[in-house]
Structure formats: structure tokens, C-alpha cells
């Protein structure tokens, strides 16, 4: 979590502060930045994609990056896996990213250093990066240390530009520097600086230099042209330098860092591109999705083969003696591969590549006060962050060992917490560590009947035929439509309602009305969340105004319809409509409405009171519209009839002031159908016309 | 639980019309479990107020404001304060409420913005039905759980009367005749020969015909009168 002196009002979703202390919806519990995901889906679905940007960098610098390359835990947490299939929450980052680039660009500015503090970061990845930004967020001083000439760390120079375009990479960065952050790339530590000197000029310092070198492997024959490691290669191709491959490649390894080698190499030219790995297709530790990627890119895996030695024929690579694995894990689960020694084979290869595990460079930590184990890692307090020396810090994959991007995020907003309490004189140990939240439970099996079936929305790619020939990235991006559609599938896990106990009578109207079984009343009304679908039907209807909702309460828009609705002119020609739009679909994009009609986008008709009808005419409105999707396109169910009945009670009740109940009309639209609302609207607007404009003084 | 309706907006209005500053006071017990008068109605009155009077060319504030309940001092003092800044409380309490507040407002007058209809039930969402009457002495053990004073249109003890026709009352088809229930729920129970025994005039002294009801519990009040001595003999006032 950033630390909570990063977070500006702008960047808090409304219900914020009551959702903090309430269980996470699973999505953002799987983050390990717990991104409020259901947050931004949300304002993805209401069209304000800036908004939704700021959800997610309020906890995440490398946004874009994670748009990208992010292994999403959170789909994999997604409660619609009960009903159908996750929200393709990553693409949907990436819509909202995309939709921002220039509101993003119009934001950045200086931090001024208010503190009389400097911090050394070593490694500008994730982490460091992480790092960098909340501590310049604070006011502090901060200088970034890269040995590369780009900042990035492996983002930069290892993950392919296929999967990661650079522009998106340097949007983030760029974010992060214009907050003041000195850069100094092309600086090895150990080589063109030495800890020392930093430790001196510095207040803290902090190592968070990743797992920067590839492991090797000891088999005959492995030394010599023709066998390249993975991140050698990786950032040749990155910087490039244009490394030396074959025709016939060949993969040692079954990770994601194997996948993009593999997956390089065979957009290098190599025409035959394979990979060998100890485990079968179910244990690889690659994922899935990059797999089957790398499968359509015609790239062979042979599973369970175990590199013996490496043929070479005048010191010519001719290909790898393999052993048939017989288990790879042992009765432990511990990492600790068995060989029937009678198994051989021969996979024929020009050029070997060993991608079997990446470990770290600390030569730049001899001589120095960070002690080193036995094992050869840093000594540290995971409680701290901190080395074994005073005010020498540690975060990401040197400590973590190896993680994900959003993982080393994590990483990096607690080391920047830990560094800024440590120079406040104080420590973070003893404060909980964010990692383990309290997260809504499945979606009971009553609540799955209940929820229409619609399939995730297709990711779209570029032809494995096309692709295999540019490092171009490969993946299509959502347009509008399918962005709407997609993030109107989210069930809005954690959005829901919540009572306020001081007002609860327990009179169990709102377990009456729930379609999903969520209220219960006991003393008082508890609103269960693994049940609750956030529709917002109860809240109107509890009588003692006992009930909000977490995100987009009602009352956020009854405060805003006198500004809404605006100044009547005396002399308008055309009646003023207050239509409230229901906002969760492709619908938004036809909320382009005549000027007469003031657009009051709700998250569902069902969360309009009778007040706010009313309070549209006070504010002076000729008639008011509740706008709501047809029976075939809503996605709640067993709400319609609650929305008449309010509907028919606000005629009713303005019939009794004599302003005519004529004037209120409840449409419905296929949600679907851009243009729906505008038929509708326009045709209201001509029935009012008709009624009369109304003459009263305000 | 006491049950209410609104009252219309045109009786309202010719309460309200001369006042400048009004709080319409919801109750956010009985009443607002019947969606007569809890917070959530008290707005939707005031907001009403404010476009009869735009309507009406007339300058008047008007703001809403709710309590748990009406009839205990506790909940209502500590917004006393804030009540006493108008000069119009319109109480959307039932006529307890409505009573109990008026005595402690001193010079602002408070005034009804419900009507205090009967002692009902919720069957369903929506519905209401009277079967109480608060008579003061119960004779539900006698007539199968079903009360003759509440439910027989003529309160009679001892029925039914000729105008009991199919299980209904003659007064209206809607009505269910309240001694063919008894009789139909005493023969269920097993106990229809109790009816055979005639009960006897009652005394209505214990209803409203004896004047104005009070209780007081001895053993609290013993208490209460004990502390309260105590903290006057001690110098303070309670």
C-alpha cells in the first residue's frame, strides 16, 4: 500500500474510507498492492476512464507495465469463475491506461523536497521505481542508480518489446522522475560509484538491484561459443546489440523468462526455435496463457528431459545429450529432479540457451557493512526491510527471491515506509504487513443462478504468422465498445451496501426486497457482501435512510443534481429534462444527449429514490426521466418492479403538489443500443413540451 | 407496533403555509417502518413543502431531520438545540410523538405531519392491519388469539352477529368477520365449547373511557425516586 501521505483526495474513489474496513473484494485481495480493481472496473463501466486511472496508480507507479505484462492474480481471485469466466481485468487496465495518456502527461509536476533527507535507490525496477516514487511523494530527496543506460531495470532491458512496448515503460517512468527525482543510468555501483560513497552522501540507501544475472548450467561442453545465457541475450536484444543466433535454437528451461527467449529468439529469424524443460506441461512454471502463446508461435517443448551435456563438433554447438526425467519434485514438494540414467536422447540445436533461473550480483558488496549468509544472500529483517547495516535497506527480488512485477510494487511501497519512518525516527516493525486482507467469500450457489451467463470479451492477437516477424507488441487493445462491455460483466464484489447501525430499526424491508438473499436482521440489519451484488435497490427503500452503498451512493448524485440541472432560463424554448441514466454498459457511449436533457448517470435505476425525483423538480427540472435497461438487457434481476412502484409513488406524490404527475415517465432501453437513449429522451422531451413548460420562480 | 399514513399534502400545506422556518422531524421507529413517517419520509415531505411553496410564490425554508424515536426524552435532546432554531417542528411521529415533543418545545408549536392510525402488523411488505386496541384488559386467551375488540367491526363480545356472511363482514366483502375466525380457530384448537359460556358486559374503565392511561412502576420508580433524592441531598439536580 502507498504510503498514506501519497494518496491525495483526487485519487479516493468515493465509499473509500468505508471500504477500507470492510473485507476486499477477492480481486484486490489477490493484489499484492491490492489495487482496488472492482473500483476502477466500475468507473471503466461509467465511461470515466481517468478516474479509473487514478484508482489504479494510487497504488501502482508501473501501470502501464502492469497493463501489459501483469499475471493478474485478481482475474484468477474473479468471483464470476463461479458463473462464467473472470473479468479480463489486465486489458481492462490497459483500455484505462491508454484512455489517459494525455490527462497523465498533463499532471506531472514537481515535488518540491520539503525534507532535509536524501535517499540512495540501487535499481530502478519495479521496486526501486516503487521506491523512488512514494518517497518523492513525500518530499523527499532521491537519486536513482542504474547500470543500464535506461531506467527500468529488467522491464527495460529483459522482457521483450512484444509483450512490453517501451513507450508504455516510459510513460511510468516518466510519471516517476517529473516528481524530482535525480537519475544517474550508466552507473554501476562497484564499477562508476562505490556504496561508500553513496552510503556518505545519502540518509538511507536502498539495494533493490533484482535477480540481474542468469544461473548456469555445469554440463561438459557448456563453456564456449554457441551456449548464451538468458539475460545477456535478453538485453542484447533490448539494447540492440544484435547477439549471434542460429537457425536451430535451443531453449533450456520451462519458465516465463524461457517463453520470452524462446519467443525472441524465433523474431530474431531463427527458423526452428524449441525449448527443453525437466517438468511436464502441467508442472512448467511458466504460465499458461504464455505457453499456449508460444505454442501457436510454432515453438516445440519437449517436457521432462534433463540436459546432460552439450555436443559440440570442432567446438561447433551440434545440439544437447539429454536424460529422461522421472520426477522433478520430491516426496516434499522440494525442487529436486530424478533421472533414469537409461533414458538418454539427442536434440539437435546450432545455438543453446540456458534460461533456468536468474540469481544476484552483490560484488558491489564486498568490503562493505550488508553482510552476506552463507548462502549467499543479503542478511535482513523482513520486519524492517533493513540490512544487516544501519540504514542500508532491501527490497524486491534480491530479498524476495523471484516475484512478479506487481509483487516487487508491494515490495517497494513498504521499503519506501519502512525508509520514511526510519528517518522520522521511528519504525515500521510491528505494523502489519498489508499482505493478508480479509476478502469476500465465493459467490453462494443461490447468488450463481441468479447471474446472467455472458462470456469475457476475446483479447484479440495478431496472427502468430504476422508477429513472429516484429517485436511489435502483439496483442490488439479493446476499443470503447468492447472496454464498456467487458467492465459491465463485474459484479462490483465489495461495492455493495452497508447499514449504518445507528439508524437500523431492523424493520426488514430491505430482506424483503433483496433478489439476492443479502440482507439478514437480527438486531440489526447485516448486509452479507458474498451475497450482495451492488445493484443498490435496498438503499432507497430502507426507511430510516439506514442503507448506503460503497461506491457511487446515491446521495453523491442527489448533492449534485441543483448543478446538474443548472439555471432555468425563463426563457427556454425547450423543456428541461433531469434523466437519470443507467450507466452500466455500452449505453455510456450514447449518453450524448441534447443540451436539454441533464444527464444524471446512476450506476442503476434502482438506486434512484423517490427524493431524487422529487429534488429534480424543485431544482426547477419541466420533467424527469428514470432511464432504465429493458427487461433483456439489465443485469440484475427482480428490480424492475421496485423502480415502477417508486416511479408510480413520485407521480403520485408531485400529482399532490399540482405540478402534474405527467411529468415523471420511467423509458426503457436496450443497454446495448448506443443510440437508445436519445430516441427515448428526445421522445419524453416532446410529450413535456407538449404538458408546457413549467412557470415557477426559484 | 403503531402504525400511520401520510397525510395529504393539500392538509399539510394549509398547516405549514404561514411559517418561514420548518423542520419536518421523522421518527425512525414505528412510523418509519411503515413508511409513514421514519427520516426517509420526513424528507420526502419537505421536499414536497418546498415545491408547493415555489409553486405558490412563497419563501420558506424547510429541512428534514430524523431520531430513533419521539417518545424518550434521550433520543431527541441532543438535537434540541437545532429543533429549537425554527419556528415550525411539523413531527412525522405518531401522535405520541407528536405530544411528548410539543411539551418540551416551549414557544414552537409542533404539529402532526402524519395520522396515528392503530396498533398493527406487518404481514407483508406493504401491508398493515390493525389487531390490537390497546383496551387494557386482554381477553385473547378467551377467544382463540383473535381479538373481538380490534377485529369485529362492532366490538362485540360475544359473536358473531347476523351480519356474518360467508367468513365476512357485512360492513365491507374486504373484511373478514372476526368471530368466524374465532370460531374457526377455536375449533382447531379444540376449544369451541368455551364459547358456549356468554362473557359478561365488560368494564371499560381500563380502555379510554377512564380517562387518560398512566403506568407507573413501582419497583423502577422506587429507584428512580431514591437517586433522584440522592443527588439533591448531594447538591445537584438531575
Redesign the interface.
Known amino acids: 500500500m502507498a504510503p498514506q501521505e501519497t494518496r491525495t483526495e483526487e485519487t479516493k474513489p468515493y465509499g473509500a474510507e468505508v471500504k477500507e474496513t470492510r473485507p476486499y473484494s477477492p480481486c484486490r485481495a489477490a493484489c499484492p498492492a491490492h489495487t482496488d480493481v472492482q473500483a476502477y472496473v466500475g468507473l471503466i463501466a461509467q465511461g470515466r476512464y481517468t478516474e479509473a486511472f487514478e484508482v489504479i496508480r494510487s497504488v501502482n507507479p508501473i501501470a502501464s507495465v502492469c497493463s501489459m505484462i501483469c499475471h493478474h492474480p485478481c482475474e484468477q481471485a474473479c468471483r464470476r469463475c463461479a458463473v462464467d469466466e473472470p473479468l479480463a481485468v489486465r486489458h481492462l487496465k490497459r483500455f484505462a491506461v491508454e484512455q489517459s495518456a494525455d490527462y497523465r502527461r498533463s499532471k506531472r509536476k514537481l515535488i518540491p523536497q520539503t525534507k532535509n533527507k536524501n535517499i540512495a535507490i540501487i535499481g530502478s525496477g519495479p521496486s526501486g521505481l516503487t521506491a523512488a516514487n512514494d518517497l518523492a511523494e513525500l518530499g523527499y530527496g532521491v537519486a536513482v542508480y542504474e547500470r543500464h543506460p535506461v531506467l527500468g531495470g529488467m522491464l527495460a532491458s529483459a522482457i521483450p518489446a512484444y509483450r512490453l512496448p517501451r513507450e508504455m515503460l516510459q510513460q511510468d517512468i516518466d510519471d516517476v522522475v517529473a516528481k524530482g527525482v535525480e537519475v544517474r543510468t550508466n552507473c554501476e555501483i562497484g564499477k562508476d560509484v562505490h556504496l561508500e560513497d553513496l552510503i556518505k552522501k545519502h540518509d538511507a540507501v536502498l539495494i533493490a538491484t533484482g535477480l540481474s544475472q542468469s544461473r548456469s548450467l555445469n554440463i561438459p561442453g557448456v563453456e564456449g561459443p554457441g551456449v548464451l545465457l538468458a539475460i545477456p541475450f535478453l538485453e542484447d536484444v533490448a539494447f540492440d546489440r544484435k547477439p549471434v543466433i542460429g537457425n536451430k535454437v535451443l531453449v533450456i528451461g520451462g519458465g516465463n523468462v524461457a517463453i520470452d527467449v524462446a519467443r525472441t529468439a524465433r523474431r530474431l529469424g531463427a527458423a526452428n526455435v524449441s525449448m527443453v524443460c525437466l517438468e511436464s506441461a502441467e508442472e512448467m512454471p511458466a504460465w499458461k496463457w504464455e505457453v499456449d502463446e508460444a505454442l501457436e508461435e510454432d515453438i516445440a517443448i519437449s517436457h521432462r528431459w534433463g540436459p546432460m551435456a552439450v555436443r559440440r563438433k570442432d567446438g561447433k554447438v551440434e545440439g544437447l545429450e539429454v536424460v529422461k526425467v522421472m520426477s522433478v519434485f520430491d516426496a516434499d514438494g522440494r525442487f529436486n529432479p530424478s533421472f533414469d540414467n537409461n533414458q538418454t536422447s539427442f536434440i539437435e540445436a546450432d545455438t543453446i540457451i540456458i534460461t533456468i533461473g536468474q540469481m544476484t550480483n552483490f560484488s558491489f558488496l564486498k568490503d562493505s557493512p550488508v553482510k552476506i549468509d552463507g548462502r549467499g544472500r543479503i542478511e535482513w529483517n523482513p520486519e524492517t526491510q533493513m540490512s544487516s547495516a544501519e540504514g542500508i535497506f532491501v527490497s524486491g527480488e534480491v530479498v524476495t527471491g523471484p516475484g512478479s512485477a506487481i509483487a516487487a510494487v508491494a515490495s517497494g511501497h513498504r521499503v519506501a515506509m519502512a525508509i520514511h519512518l526510519y528517518l522520522k525516527g521511528k519504525t515500521i516493525e510491528g505494523l502489519p504487513p498489508e499482505q493478508e486482507k480479509e476478502k469476500i467469500a465465493q459467490l453462494p450457489d443461490s447468488v450463481v443462478e441468479k447471474i446472467n451467463r455472458e462470456p469475457r470479451l476475446k483479447i484479440r492477437h495478431i496472427a502468430p504468422e504476422v508477429r513472429c516477424d516484429t517485436f511489435m507488441h502483439f496483442e490488439i487493445g479493446y476499443d470503447e465498445e468492447e472496454a464498456l462491455r467487458e467492465a459491465g460483466r463485474c459484479r462490483g464484489c465489495g461495492g455493495g451496501a452497508v447499514v449504518d447501525t445507528k439508524?437500523c430499526?431492523a424493520?426488514?424491508?430491505c430482506q424483503?426486497?433483496c433478489p439476492y438473499g443479502a440482507p439478514v436482521v437480527t438486531s440489526v440489519s447485516e448486509i452479507r457482501p458474498e451475497y450482495c451484488q451492488a445493484c443498490g435497490l435496498c438503499a432507497?427503500e430502507?426507511?430510516?435512510?439506514a442503507i448506503s452503498m460503497v461506491n457511487y451512493d446515491v446521495r453523491e448524485i442527489r448533492n449534485s443534481l441543483k448543478s446538474v440541472i443548472g439555471k432555468m432560463d425563463p426563457n427556454r424554448d425547450k423543456p428541461v429534462i433531469a434523466a437519470f441514466l443507467c450507466t452500466h454498459h455500452v449505453g455510456v457511449k450514447g449518453f450524448d444527449l441534447p443540451g436539454n436533457i441533464r444527464k444524471v448517470p446512476v450506476h442503476c435505476t434502482s438506486r434512484v429514490?423517490?427524493?431524487d425525483m422529487?429534488?429534480a423538480?424543485?431544482c426547477g427540472a419541466d420533467g424527469v426521466a428514470v432511464v432504465r435497461c429493458d427487461e433483456g438487457s439489465c443485469k440484475y434481476r427482480g428490480i424492475n418492479h421496485r423502480v415502477a412502484a417508486r416511479v408510480g409513488r413520485a407521480k403520485q406524490?408531485?400529482g399532490?403538489?399540482?405540478?402534474g404527475a405527467g411529468r415523471i415517465e420511467l423509458l426503457s432501453v436496450n443497454s446495448a443500443a448506443k443510440d437508445a437513449y436519445r430516441t427515448v429522451c428526445d421522445g419524453f422531451s416532446d410529450r413535456i413540451k407538449e404538458i408546457g413548460l413549467r412557470t415557477?420562480?426559484? | 407496533m403503531i402504525v400511520g399514513s401520510q397525510k395529504?399534502?393539500?392538509e399539510i400545506w394549509e398547516m405549514v403555509k404561514d411559517f418561514k422556518k420548518i423542520l419536518v422531524f421523522g421518527c425512525?421507529?414505528c412510523v418509519?417502518?411503515c413508511?409513514a413517517g421514519?427520516?426517509?419520509?420526513a424528507?420526502?415531505i419537505a421536499?414536497?413543502i418546498?415545491?408547493?411553496a415555489?409553486?405558490e410564490?412563497r419563501d420558506i425554508l424547510v429541512d428534514h431531520m430524523?431520531v430513533?424515536r419521539h417518545c424518550e426524552p434521550e433520543y431527541f435532546d441532543p438535537v434540541m438545540d437545532e429543533v429549537k432554531k425554527y419556528d415550525l417542528v411539523l413531527s412525522t411521529a405518531c401522535g405520541v410523538g407528536v405530544n411528548f415533543l410539543s411539551d418540551r418545545t416551549g414557544n414552537i408549536p409542533v404539529y402532526p405531519g402524519i395520522n396515528t392510525s392503530f396498533y398493527g402488523a406487518?404481514p407483508e411488505?406493504g401491508i398493515f392491519e390493525e389487531l390490537c386496541a390497546g383496551c387494557g384488559d386482554c381477553i385473547l386467551h378467551m377467544t382463540g388469539g383473535i381479538c373481538p375488540i380490534a377485529r369485529c367491526s362492532k366490538t362485540l363480545m360475544n359473536g358473531p352477529c347476523g351480519g356474518t356472511n360467508k367468513g365476512k363482514c357485512e360492513i365491507s366483502p374486504d373484511v373478514d368477520c372476526a368471530w368466524y375466525l374465532i370460531v374457526e380457530r377455536m375449533k382447531k384448537l379444540g376449544t369451541l365449547e368455551k364459547l358456549s359460556e356468554v362473557l359478561p358486559p365488560r368494564n371499560w374503565s381500563t380502555s379510554r373511557d377512564g380517562g387518560p392511561r398512566r403506568i407507573s412502576l413501582e419497583h423502577i420508580r422506587a429507584y428512580e425516586e431514591q437517586e433522584e433524592k440522592k443527588s439533591e441531598t448531594s447538591g445537584g439536580k438531575r
Request: aromatic share 2%.
Open positions: 439508524k430499526m424493520c426488514l424491508t424483503r426486497i432507497p430502507c426507511p430510516g435512510g429514490d423517490i427524493v422529487l429534488k423538480f424543485e406524490l408531485i399532490m403538489v399540482g405540478i415557477v420562480r426559484l | 395529504p399534502i393539500e425512525n421507529t418509519a417502518i413508511h421514519g427520516e426517509k419520509e424528507e420526502t421536499s414536497m418546498r415545491m408547493r415555489a409553486e410564490g430524523g430513533m406487518v411488505p
